[in-house]
């Protein structure tokens, strides 16, 4: 276990709540990436305390422990035009920082207002992300994370905790 399901909503609610000091009036759209951020963002946009658009985009990502490396494919793109507006791009974790670079630069081509970086985890040593404010839900160490919308292999998204997985995790079938 690593987060529990009444810590990730009480920092849900707290990151909801950053956002929504830093957007005031204005509407953000929060961009869920499919389909390790769909928990998170329907979350997030719950606890938003004011109207917020929900869009969707889809990529799959190869990246490497090899941080210079790796490519990112887009699945699903955005059904909304984001073009002057505000938009929070959610994942749920950052870890080499290849799909979030990736998804800044795509969504900037689109000339929205202004780009903000909304993760709930985010591993050591990422690159931060110069000129794109950044709000994290919590820094953790390296391991791969389970549950709250994450998988592995496509099981354990439905688990409402966040967990580290061991090995045995990795290898059990069911
Ligand atoms: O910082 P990076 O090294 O690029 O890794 C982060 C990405 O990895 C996970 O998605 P994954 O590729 O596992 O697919 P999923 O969204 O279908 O779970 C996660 O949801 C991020 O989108
Ligand atoms: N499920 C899952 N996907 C990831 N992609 C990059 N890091 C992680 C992680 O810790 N868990």
């Known amino acids: 276990m690593l987060l529990t399901e009444e810590q990730i909503l009480a920092r849900v609610a707290s990151l909801a709540a950053e956002l ?4 005031g009036e204005s509407v953000p759209v929060l ?3 499919l389909g390790g951020a769909a928990t998170f963002t329907v979350d997030l946009a719950r606890a938003y305390p004011a109207p917020a658009e929900v869009a969707w985009m889809a990529i ?3 990246s490497t422990r090899n941080r210079a490396s ?7 793109d955005l059904d909304v035009d984001v073009s002057g507006r505000d938009v929070i791009i959610v994942d749920g974790v ?5 799909t979030m670079n990736w998804l800044i630069s795509t969504i900037a081509q689109r000339a929205p207002r202004s780009i903000t970086v909304c993760a709930l985890l985010r591993k050591p040593d990422v690159a931060h992300f110069a000129d794109t404010p950044t709000h994290v839900g919590f820094d953790v160490s390296d391991g791969l994370i389970v ?5 592995y292999r496509g099981k354990y998204r439905n688990l409402r905790c966040a967990a580290l997985l061991s090995e045995a995790g990795k290898a059990a079938k069911g």
Do not use: F, P
Request: proline fraction near 0%; charge should be positive; hydrophobic fraction near 30%.
């Open 20 to 23: 929504h000091e830093r957007y």
């Open 70 to 76: 790796g490519s990112v494919r887009l699945l699903k």
């Open 60 to 62: 799959k990502s190869y």
């Open 147 to 151: 549950g709250y919308g994450l998988d």
């Open 31 to 33: 961009v869920g990436v």
């Open 94 to 98: 950052i870890d080499t920082g290849l």
